[in-house]
C-alpha cells in the first residue's frame, strides 16, 4: 500500500487516505467535489466563505454551504477581518455540521487581504493566535489552519505561525510553500515547509501536517512527502482538468485515463453540475472553466476550447464534447508530447474571474448581503 493510501485519523473522523482536495474559491462546488471524491479524494472541502458574509446571513454564501448525501465526510473553510468575526462563523459552521472547519490564513487575493482576510493575518501573529483560540472555543470539531510560509520573502514567519496554531491545539495545519507576495512561478519551497514541521514534531503534539504546492502528479507528491515528511498532501491546481491525479498518488503510478474514460468523466461532471445548478445559464456558465481546464493537451482541441468558452447551455457544451469526439482518434493520448503540460498557470490573483467568483472579500459586500 503507498504511503498515501492508509487511513489517518482526524480527530473524531477517520480520513481514508492522505491525499486532500484543496478548498478552491470558485471551483470546489459540489459537482467539482464529487468528481474528485469519486476519484479518491480522501478529503474535500467547501470554497472558502467569508466570516463577513456569514455574519450577514448572506443567502449565496449559505447556498454555497450545499452539501451532496454522498459527501460522508465534507470540510469548510472561512476567512475573516477578526478573530470575533471567525468565531462566530465557525460556530455558524459546526451548527451547519460540517465535519471539520479550517481556518484561511494565506489567500493572496489583493481585496481579500486589503480587508484583513485571508494572508493579511500572518502579518499580525498576535491575531492568529487569538483567532485560533477563540476558533476552538466554538467548535469540538477537528479544526485547522492553512497558512503560507510569510507575507513576503523578508518576512518568512512560518515557524512562528506553527507554534501559535499548536498552542491553541489545531487538529492540522497546512503549508503552502510560498509566501503571500510570491506568484506561482516561484517554486513551491519545500524546506520552508520542512522547517515548519520539523518544529510541529519538536513539540511532540499528535497534529495532522499538511503540505501543498505545485503537486501536480505522483513524483511531486513524494517528493513533497519524502523531503518535508509531511503527514498529507493536498492538492490544488494539480486537480484543475485532472481529477485522475487522486487516482494516480494513490497507485502511486501515472495514470493517464483512456479517451473514453476522459469523455465519460467529463460528461459525468456536466450531470452533476445540471442536477446542482438546473438546467440553467449559470450552470453553464460555472462549467466553462472546467471544460477548459478538462480539453487541455488533447489534438485540435484549441477551436473546441473556444466554443466551450462561450457555452451558454449544458447541452451545447455535450454536442461540442461529442461532436470533438467522433472527430477524434479513438486512443488518442492527452499530452502526448509532454506530461509536464498538466501543469497549470492558473493564478486565482490575476486570473479569477471576479464575477464568477461567488464569494470573498467582494467590495461592497455590506449592499450585496441580503440581496
Ligand atoms: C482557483 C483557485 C482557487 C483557490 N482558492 C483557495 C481557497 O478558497 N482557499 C485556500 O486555502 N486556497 C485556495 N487556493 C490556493 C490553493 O489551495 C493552494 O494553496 C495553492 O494553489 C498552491 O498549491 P498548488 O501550487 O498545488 O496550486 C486557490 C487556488 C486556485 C488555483
Given at each position: 500500500?503507498?504511503?498515501?493510501?492508509?487511513?489517518?485519523?482526524?480527530?473524531?473522523?477517520?480520513?481514508?487516505?492522505?491525499?486532500?482536495?484543496?478548498?478552491?474559491?470558485?471551483?470546489?462546488?459540489?459537482?467539482?467535489?464529487?468528481?474528485?471524491?469519486?476519484?479518491?479524494?480522501?478529503?474535500?472541502?467547501?470554497?472558502?466563505?467569508?466570516?463577513?458574509?456569514?455574519?450577514?446571513?448572506?443567502?449565496?454564501?449559505?447556498?454555497?454551504?450545499?452539501?451532496?448525501?454522498?459527501?460522508?465526510?465534507?470540510?469548510?473553510?472561512?476567512?475573516g477581518p477578526s478573530a470575533?468575526?471567525v468565531?462566530?462563523?465557525?460556530?455558524?459552521?459546526?451548527?451547519?455540521?460540517?465535519?471539520?472547519?479550517?481556518?484561511?490564513m494565506?489567500?493572496?487575493?489583493?481585496?481579500?487581504v486589503?480587508?484583513g482576510c485571508g494572508s493579511g493575518i500572518l502579518r499580525e501573529p498576535e491575531r492568529i493566535s487569538k483567532t485560533v483560540?477563540?476558533?476552538?472555543?466554538?467548535?469540538?470539531?477537528?479544526?485547522?489552519?492553512?497558512f503560507?510560509?510569510g507575507y513576503?520573502?523578508?518576512e518568512?514567519n512560518?515557524?512562528n505561525t506553527?507554534?501559535r496554531?499548536?498552542?491553541?491545539?489545531?487538529?492540522?495545519?497546512?503549508?503552502?510553500?510560498?509566501?503571500?507576495?510570491?506568484?506561482?512561478?516561484?517554486?513551491?519551497?519545500?524546506?520552508?515547509?520542512?522547517?515548519?514541521?520539523?518544529?510541529?514534531?519538536?513539540?511532540?503534539?499528535?497534529?495532522?501536517?499538511?503540505?501543498?504546492?505545485?503537486?501536480?502528479?505522483?513524483?511531486?507528491?513524494?517528493?513533497?512527502?519524502?523531503?518535508?515528511?509531511?503527514?498529507?498532501?493536498?492538492?490544488?491546481?494539480?486537480?484543475?482538468?485532472?481529477?485522475?491525479?487522486?487516482?494516480?498518488?494513490?497507485?502511486?503510478?501515472?495514470?493517464?485515463?483512456?479517451?473514453?474514460?476522459?469523455?465519460?468523466?467529463?460528461?459525468?461532471?456536466?450531470?452533476?453540475?445540471?442536477?446542482?445548478?438546473?438546467?440553467?445559464?449559470?450552470?453553464?456558465?460555472?462549467?466553462?472553466?472546467?471544460?477548459?481546464?478538462?480539453?487541455?493537451?488533447?489534438?485540435?482541441?484549441?477551436?473546441?476550447?473556444?466554443?466551450?468558452?462561450?457555452?451558454?447551455?449544458?447541452?451545447?457544451?455535450?454536442?461540442?464534447?461529442?461532436?470533438?469526439?467522433?472527430?477524434?482518434?479513438?486512443?488518442?493520448?492527452?499530452?502526448?508530447?509532454?506530461?509536464?503540460?498538466?501543469?497549470?498557470?492558473?493564478?486565482?490573483?490575476?486570473?479569477?474571474?471576479?464575477?464568477?467568483?461567488?464569494?470573498?472579500?467582494?467590495?461592497?459586500?455590506?449592499?450585496?448581503?441580503?440581496?
Amino acid at each position: 500500500m503507498s504511503f498515501f493510501n492508509q487511513p489517518i485519523q482526524l480527530g473524531n473522523l477517520t480520513l481514508k487516505n492522505r491525499v486532500f482536495l484543496a478548498p478552491l474559491a470558485g471551483v470546489s462546488d459540489v459537482p467539482f467535489r464529487r468528481i474528485c471524491q469519486e476519484l479518491g479524494a480522501g478529503l474535500t472541502y467547501v470554497e472558502m466563505l467569508s466570516a463577513t458574509a456569514i455574519a450577514y446571513k448572506n443567502k449565496r454564501t449559505f447556498e454555497m454551504m450545499a452539501r451532496h448525501a454522498s459527501e460522508s465526510i465534507l470540510g469548510v473553510q472561512v476567512t475573516g477581518p477578526s478573530a470575533e468575526q471567525v468565531a462566530h462563523a465557525v460556530s455558524v459552521l459546526d451548527q451547519q455540521g460540517f465535519d471539520t472547519i479550517d481556518i484561511n490564513m494565506g489567500c493572496p487575493v489583493r481585496k481579500v487581504v486589503t480587508a484583513g482576510c485571508g494572508s493579511g493575518i500572518l502579518r499580525e501573529p498576535e491575531r492568529i493566535s487569538k483567532t485560533v483560540e477563540l476558533a476552538r472555543s466554538a467548535t469540538a470539531r477537528p479544526l485547522s489552519a492553512k497558512f503560507r510560509l510569510g507575507y513576503t520573502r523578508e518576512e518568512v514567519n512560518v515557524v512562528n505561525t506553527v507554534e501559535r496554531v499548536l498552542a491553541e491545539n489545531v487538529d492540522m495545519f497546512t503549508i503552502h510553500g510560498r509566501t503571500r507576495s510570491e506568484s506561482y512561478s516561484t517554486p513551491c519551497d519545500l524546506m520552508g515547509i520542512k522547517l515548519a514541521i520539523d518544529t510541529a514534531l519538536s513539540k511532540q503534539k499528535s497534529v495532522i501536517k499538511v503540505g501543498n504546492g505545485d503537486i501536480f502528479n505522483y513524483a511531486s507528491a513524494r517528493k513533497m512527502q519524502e523531503e518535508t515528511t509531511c503527514d498529507a498532501v493536498m492538492v490544488s491546481r494539480g486537480a484543475l482538468g485532472n481529477p485522475w491525479i487522486f487516482k494516480e498518488i494513490l497507485l502511486a503510478e501515472t495514470v493517464q485515463p483512456e479517451f473514453a474514460e476522459w469523455l465519460d468523466l467529463v460528461l459525468r461532471h456536466l450531470a452533476y453540475q445540471e442536477e446542482f445548478f438546473g438546467k440553467t445559464k449559470l450552470a453553464a456558465i460555472l462549467a466553462r472553466k472546467h471544460l477548459l481546464w478538462y480539453t487541455k493537451g488533447f489534438p485540435s482541441s484549441k477551436s473546441l476550447r473556444d466554443v466551450l468558452n462561450r457555452v451558454e447551455d449544458l447541452d451545447e457544451a455535450r454536442a461540442h464534447l461529442k461532436n470533438y469526439a467522433a472527430n477524434i482518434a479513438k486512443d488518442c493520448i492527452r499530452f502526448a508530447g509532454s506530461a509536464s503540460e498538466l501543469t497549470s498557470d492558473y493564478d486565482p490573483k490575476y486570473e479569477m474571474d471576479r464575477k464568477l467568483d461567488r464569494g470573498v472579500g467582494d467590495e461592497g459586500m455590506e449592499e450585496q448581503v441580503n440581496s
